[in-house]
C-alpha cells in the first residue's frame, strides 16, 4: 500500500498523549464484515457498510473497497457513463490509476495517494475507468470510494470537482511514532485536510506499525467508523479483533484506541484503516441507485431529469489531466 509514506515520521507533528483518567474513550458498537461483489463493468469491490443502520453510518451512504487485485493484461475494468445527484462521491486510489471525467468539465487522472473529490449536487454524469496503458499491461489496483450525503440545503448546488494529490495530505504521528496519519479532510487534533466538504465530516488513513496503539481524538458531535484496509488488530479499549474487510462502528466519546497485532502477515506487513467521522445530517434520506435525495418524489424526479438529458450529456473528447486544479 504505497499511497503517501515518509522516511522519517518522527520528523512529523505528534498527536497528545492521551490520559487515560481523564479521556472518554468510545465504546465499539459493533463490527461487520463487508460482503463481496462487483462493480461497474465487473471489478471486484467489498461492501463495507452492510449491514449497519442507517442512523449510525449518517451522514455518510455508502462505501466500497475496490479491490485489492492484481490484474492480468486487458483485465482492468471501470464503470460506464452514469448520473449522480444529491451527494458526493469520495475515490480515493491506494495503488494503481484511474481515469475519470464528468459532463460538468471535471476530470483527471488519480494514482497512489490522491482523491477525486466529486459534488455531483444537483446532477452530473459521470465515468471512471483506467487508462488504456494500464488496460494493456494489466497491474496492481487498490482503491475506495465514500459517498457522502448533502444536506437538503446542498442537495441542488452546482456540481463541483476537486482534485486531492496524496502529498496535500496533513500528515502527523502519535507520540511513540508507531503510526502514520494522512488527513484528507475535516481535521485531527488541529492538522487540517486539504478536501473542502458541505457536510462537516473527517476523513483520514492510517498506517499502524505491528504492535502499535493509537489514541486518536475525536470530535464527540461525530460518529466514528473505521474500515480495515489491510492487516489485523484491534479496537476499542476491551480489544475486539479486527482483520482486512472488516468495518468497526465506535460509540460515544471522544477517543479511538485502536493497536496493530505483533504478527502480521507477508502481504499486509501493517494495519491499514480507513477512518471517517462526521456530525449527523438528522434528515430523511431516500436512496436509490445513483440518487441520494429526502423524499421518494425527488427520487422520482431525478430519474426523470436524468431521462430528459438535465443532468448533462456525455463529452464529446476525453477531458485532459487537470494537474490538481479545482472545478466550480
Known sequence: MPAITVDDVLVL???????????????????????SGFEGEGFPVRRAFAGVPMPELDPFIHLDQ???????????????????????????????IFDHQDSNGGGGTI?????????????????????????????????????????????????????????????????????????IAGEVDGHRGPGTTHTDITITHVTVQPGARVDLPWRPDFNALVYVLGGKGTVGTDRRPVQT????????????????DQAQDSHTPVLDLYIMGG??????????????????????????????????????????????????
Not at 246 to 252: C, H, N
Not at 318 to 327: D, K, N, Y
Open 66 to 96: 475496490m479491490g485489492e487485485v492484481d490484474y492480468a493484461p486487458g483485465e482492468p475494468k471501470g464503470t460506464p457513463w452514469h448520473p449522480h445527484r444529491g451527494f458526493e462521491t469520495v475515490t480515493y486510489i491506494i495503488d494503481g
Open 111 to 183: 494514482t497512489d495517494g490522491d482523491t477525486q473529490w466529486m459534488t455531483a449536487g444537483s446532477g452530473l454524469l459521470h465515468i471512471e475507468a483506467p487508462p488504456e496503458h494500464l488496460v494493456v499491461s494489466g497491474g496492481l489496483f487498490h482503491g475506495l470510494q465514500l459517498w457522502v450525503n448533502l444536506p437538503r440545503v446542498a442537495k441542488m448546488n452546482p456540481p463541483r470537482y476537486q482534485d486531492i494529490r496524496g502529498r496535500e495530505s496533513a500528515l502527523l504521528t502519535t507520540p511513540d511514532g508507531g503510526a502514520l496519519l494522512r488527513v
Open 245 to 260: 474487510g472488516q468495518l468497526a462502528v465506535y460509540g460515544p466519546g471522544d477517543v479511538l484506541t485502536f493497536t496493530a
Open 13 to 35: 507533528p505528534r498527536l497528545p498523549h492521551v490520559d487515560p483518567a481523564a479521556t472518554a474513550f468510545r465504546p465499539v458498537r459493533r463490527i461487520v464484515t463487508a460482503p
Open 279 to 328: 456530525k449527523p445530517i438528522r434528515e430523511p434520506v431516500a436512496h436509490y441507485g445513483p440518487f441520494v435525495m429526502n423524499t421518494r418524489a425527488e427520487l422520482a424526479q431525478a430519474f426523470e431529469d436524468y431521462q430528459a438529458g438535465k443532468l448533462g450529456v456525455i463529452p464529446a473528447t476525453r477531458v485532459p489531466h487537470t494537474g490538481g486544479q479545482e472545478r466550480p
